[in-house]
């Protein structure tokens, strides 16, 4: 496959070198520990070296003894020996694995072993003496020794012949592995261990078990009429209705979108996406404006036909209802990439051996869509399960897991066992939801984007089929835009659902603009915090779509060990809880080595890590659709890995990048669970605010504020699709429905 | 930064007509009441004591949460606000410091005895009596008499009509089961929840939800902190209060230095000035209307009456340990929260 360069011994040894040299420069010239002002204050220049806080790491060995910081360093210089070395690939390849893995786990072992008040365990104290010194987080210095010694590994294992030898792809797999061990296993570990520990941190592993077992879990009351199930059984049951109905509904709308010859189709594209942008409470606080026991149906009813208002829509339903709002739009974005790329080609060859248009949809285009929709429903099932919004406005006395671990960390109890605990049950649902999915995907292939010309009109949907979808999508759709408008007025009256005197107070309060002596004065209340999330989000969306295509990539495209356990951790940040990760990040990245709580990277890197599961997802389904006769053609042609990634993968994979844009965008402009923990007074949050306007009833606010971030995902998205543009797959329009072909 | 740029001008500004109180250093607090009275805080004690204020702004169950967490290497200094109940179990778990403030014996007995009973690691800076909140326009339609005591809301009138929070999540809850345990004593106890069961509607998780329902008209009555039905009245909501007539518990609002805070001295300053009448009046300005723990503090006049309500003498010792809470909440949780609707 590769090929042969002109000497790579020559290569391997220069790339190892420079990575060596940028290793030592970092270690040399720049402050090992994280300064207190941030990374752009440069006040440590002045007395570099001076003290411990200001000085680069041989500073810190040779003048503050700083002696534990020696065997890592020695690891990096190890390296400076590849000229002495035979110029045998894998022999360099095997040195360098060596140097640069011993290297990183003498980074962590030091980094773990010695915190802000020395040693951080008695033992350590006992077998290696006594030290004074004392370690903050890692600073620019550290950080960039850390990229090198990864980058000399990944040169190493592709010396060494691993990932075919390719030291991009080695490269690519160890910059993805390493963040998302860092950044998603190592927190998510640490707060589950806590489940074998007692409330006073006692290991005692037996106490899972008695927590597990537990009857508020499992019970099956409900099934005999003698009371409320367990969570568990509530939680799954609710995921697996979400996860049936978002696909359906998904489904029945990609397929309106690019089947049929609806009219109103930008109309039904915005009305599926207003729910994703939404943010949290909002849907659950309209939906119980319009069915609440005092909402607008109930009353209608009770005047109209005497009949008594009733609170159904607390409970099971209501969650439902709002979930399937919620969620519908995922579904949706996972479908329509994979309804658009089936080709059309199977299909009219499927017609042209007179099948008819419901035999086709049935035998042909139906299966071509399979990992779509199991993706889709995948989905669907995990952002029910780790939905805590909708279940707290609207779950009255129905409990799952999100809103037990949730009130187990900040509730009456602060039991961060019983939180963990739960945590691995979600978790567990999670991992069952995936290995379904996969069973159902199997290993079939489902490709159908191939580099063969023309591939023929989309066959126009089955009339029966077209009519259920749209009986189906548009009346909710209707509901949306009704849902919607109640909304939007409740930002332009006095008290929303009780005094409707329309007002622009809420919005003058939020966002009022001053003209003062020196230029305007930003004085509405929300504008701090909009500004944070306008900059934080938009900071992150593209690392996350970055990072989730080129781990689908990874995933979709190369075969390497442990590709199995990646793809997995991948989804760990998605199938837990917000409120989970949230505590898992404070204690995990409160205290060296990574002590980035309090500032705007802990914000952008939650973000990031909780949102790129959905990029992965994305991606990987929209590749299973690409023939890799494609990128066989590219590397043919020369094309090398980065090469091929560039020019033909990701123009193809357009539409699962606009959808990691939008969702990395919005998720982090919507996200709450997660972020309550993190955010500070200088870095505060529009949702952090809106919620806090709730909590206080201060509702016309918290609409207003809303209205206008939906305001800003809207234009957001619009400069995305700008930007990305659309995939062209060389096919022609669609058919008018009108003109149905081969009827049968 | 705009906030951060807006509060050190002010703090510069402040500075300068206090002549020689230059900022001396920096404070962060965390804050567990509602966001102007936090803005409110911020502000004032910059002016008092010319030291630069951050303020972080979460409910009490998320604060001891994040103290919690972040206990191996602590970011807050001081934590103002929030139910006395997760400021008595973080001073239990040690997360909390010691401190004698020398504004203490001007404080009104409740807060003194919580304070000792704490072993001086919090102490209250106001309090909020429990009760009932009722939506009037609900009532009225259905013709109903508002509930004036805990035997009223037997009444099989309100089947269905009322709602509290769930003990397991929620610290209003165990509040009131904690007084009804008081009032009546144990076993009494759990037979009135017992009878009450019929006419819940929901337990809810949060324990501000059931007033919030109540303003809305979801539901007619629910048992809450009365203060709660104060601001939801005020926000334009169909909602009165009324307490208990055999008498009824209440929760401190309390303060607390965080064990390891970087600005000690500062967190001191700032506990015997959040004692004073000054800093107490601010509660008011926000519209929140507890019950200052000063005695000096002059009383908000929307403020339910402490004088008005039978308060019982409620064991914040005895009820606020871990382990008390825990065995109340099993038995609610087999005895109650496993029954039928």
């Known amino acids: 496959m590769m090929p042969a360069a002109p000497s790579p011994v020559v290569t391997l040894r220069r790339a190892a070198l420079l990575w060596t040299a940028m290793g030592l420069a970092g270690a040399a010239l720049l402050p090992w520990y994280a300064q207190p002002d941030g990374v752009l204050a440069f006040d440590w220049i002045g007395d570099f070296g001076g003290t411990a806080e200001a000085s680069g790491a041989f500073t810190l060995v040779l003048r503050h003894g700083f002696w534990w910081l020696w065997p890592l360093l020695g690891a990096l210089l190890g390296c400076l020996s590849l000229p002495l070395l035979p110029a045998h690939r894998r022999t360099i390849g095997t040195v360098l694995t060596a140097l640069a893995g011993a290297g990183l786990a003498l980074f962590w072992l030091q980094g773990l072993a010695i915190g802000v008040n020395g040693w951080t365990a008695d033992w350590l104290g006992a077998a290696f003496g006594a030290i004074d010194g004392r370690q903050f987080g890692i600073g620019a210095g550290a950080t960039v020794v850390l990229v090198a010694l990864l980058a000399l590994l990944s040169l190493g294992l592709a010396a060494r012949g691993a990932f075919k030898g390719d030291a991009f792809i080695a490269g690519a797999v160890v910059a993805v592995a390493a963040s998302i061990v860092i950044f998603t296993v190592w927190p998510v570990l640490r707060i589950l261990v806590q489940a074998f520990n007692t409330t006073e941190g006692a290991f005692a592993p037996a106490l899972l078990l008695e927590r597990l077992s537990a009857p508020k879990i499992w019970a099956l009351r409900c099934l005999w009429g003698g009371g409320g199930c367990g969570v568990a059984w509530n939680t799954l049951f609710l995921a697996l209705c979400c996860g049936a109905g978002t696909t359906a509904l998904g489904l029945a709308f990609a397929l309106i979108a690019t089947r049929t010859a609806f009219t109103f189709k930008k109309t039904l594209r915005v009305l599926t996406i207003l729910p994703i942008i939404t943010p949290p409470f909002v849907i659950g606080l309209g939906l119980i404006l319009v069915f609440g026991r005092a909402g607008l149906v109930n009353q209608f009813l009770d005047s109209a036909f005497g009949i008594a208002p009733t609170r159904w829509i607390y409970g099971f339903q209501g969650v439902l209802l709002a979930q399937l709002f919620a969620f519908t739009p995922v579904a949706f974005l996972v479908m329509i990439g994979v309804v658009e790329g089936v080709s059309p080609t199977l299909e009219e060859a499927s017609q042209t051996l007179r099948a008819g248009r419901w035999d086709t949809f049935r035998t042909v285009s139906l299966p071509l869509m399979k990992p779509g929709l199991a993706n889709a429903f995948l989905v669907g099932f995990i952002e029910s399960i780790a939905d805590f919004g909708n279940p707290i406005v609207l779950g009255g006395d129905y409990g799952v897991l999100s809103t037990e671990i949730y009130f187990a960390v900040v509730g009456a109890q602060l039991d961060y066992g019983r939180a963990a605990t739960l945590a691995l049950l979600l978790l567990a649902f999670a991992l069952g939801g995936f290995f379904l999915q996969r069973r159902v995907v199997g290993t079939r292939s489902y490709a159908t984007i191939a580099g063969k010309g023309d591939a023929g009109l989309p066959v126009a949907l089955p009339d029966g089929l077209r009519r259920l979808a749209q009986a189906i999508a548009l009346p909710w759709a209707a509901f949306t835009a009704l849902l919607y408008v109640f909304v939007f007025v409740g930002g332009f009256v006095k008290i929303w659902g009780r005094d409707h005197t329309p007002t622009l107070q809420h919005y003058a309060k939020a966002f009022a603009i001053e003209r003062g002596p020196d230029g305007l004065l930003w004085t509405g209340a929300a504008w701090h915090s909009f500004w944070t999330t306008v900059k934080l989000a938009a900071i992150s969306a593209p690392l996350t779509a970055l990072l989730g295509l080129l781990a689908a990539w990874l995933l979709a495209r190369q075969r390497f060990t442990g590709r199995g356990a990646l793809e997995f951790a991948t989804l760990l940040s998605f199938a837990v809880p917000g409120t989970v990760i949230g505590v898992a990040y404070v204690f995990t990245f409160n205290v060296p080595p990574l002590e980035i709580t309090g500032t705007a990277l802990i914000l952008v890197l939650c973000f990031v890590f909780r949102n790129m599961p959905v990029g992965v997802r994305a991606g990987m389904a929209a590749m299973s659709q690409i023939d890799r006769s494609l990128d066989e053609a590219s590397a043919m042609l020369r094309g090398r890995a980065p090469q091929t990634l560039a020019y033909v993968v990701l123009p193809l994979l357009r539409p699962a990048m606009v959808g990691a844009l939008v969702y990395g965008f919005v998720r982090s402009v919507t996200t709450v669970s997660a972020v309550v923990f993190l955010v500070t007074a200088e870095y505060e949050l529009a949702t952090t605010y809106i919620v806090l306007r709730v909590i206080n009833g201060d509702y016309g606010l918290a609409i207003a504020y809303s209205c206008a971030l939906i305001a800003l995902m809207l234009a957001a998205i619009l400069l995305i699709q700008l930007l990305v543009g659309e995939r062209r797959l060389g096919r022609r329009a669609a058919v008018p429905a009108t003109a149905p072909v081969g009827r049968a | ?341």
């Open chain 2, 1 to 341: 930064m705009r906030r951060v740029f807006r509060i050190s001008c002010l703090a510069v500004a402040a500075s300068l007509a206090a002549g020689p109180a230059f900022a001396q250093g920096n404070l962060n607090v965390y804050c567990s009441v509602q966001a102007e009275w936090c803005a409110l805080i911020a502000t004032e004690f910059q002016k008092h004591a010319g030291v630069k204020v951050a303020i972080t702004q979460k409910g009490s169950g998320e604060t001891i949460a994040q103290i919690k967490a972040e206990a191996a290497n602590p970011k807050g200094d001081v934590w103002f606000g929030g139910t006395g109940d997760p400021h008595l179990q973080a001073a239990e778990d040690n997360l909390t410091d010691s401190y004698k403030s020398p504004a203490l014996p001007s404080l009104h007995a409740w807060a003194q005895k919580q304070a000792a009973d704490s072993g001086y690691r919090t102490v209250g800076i106001y309090a909020g009596a429990l009760g009932f909140g009722y939506n009037t326009e609900l009532i009225a339609k259905k013709k109903m008499t508002a509930p004036a005591c805990w035997a009223d809301l037997l009444q099989p009138a309100f089947k269905g009509e009322i709602q509290m929070a769930n003990p397991n999540s929620s610290g209003t809850a165990y509040v009131a089961i904690a007084t009804l345990v008081q009032v009546m004593g144990e076993e009494k106890a759990f037979v009135f929840l017992k009878g009450m069961h019929a006419n819940i509607n929901a337990y809810t998780r949060s324990g501000t939800a059931p007033m919030k329902a109540v303003a809305r008209g979801e539901t007619a009555i629910s048992i809450s902190f009365v203060h709660d039905g104060v601001t939801e009245a005020l926000a334009g909501f169909p909602v009165k209060t009324a307490t208990p007539c055999e008498g009824t518990g209440y929760e401190i609002g309390s303060i607390s230095i965080i064990k390891g805070a970087r600005n000690l001295a500062n967190a001191r300053k700032f506990v015997d000035w959040a004692l004073s009448p000054a800093a107490q009046q601010l509660g008011a300005q926000a519209k929140q209307f507890q019950v200052p723990s000063n005695k000096d503090t002059p009383v908000p006049a929307e403020a339910p009456k402490f004088a008005d309500i039978k308060l019982i003498d409620y064991d914040f010792a005895k009820y606020g340990k871990t382990a008390e809470r825990k065995r109340l909440i099993a038995r609610w949780d087999s005895e109650i929260g496993a029954l039928a609707k």
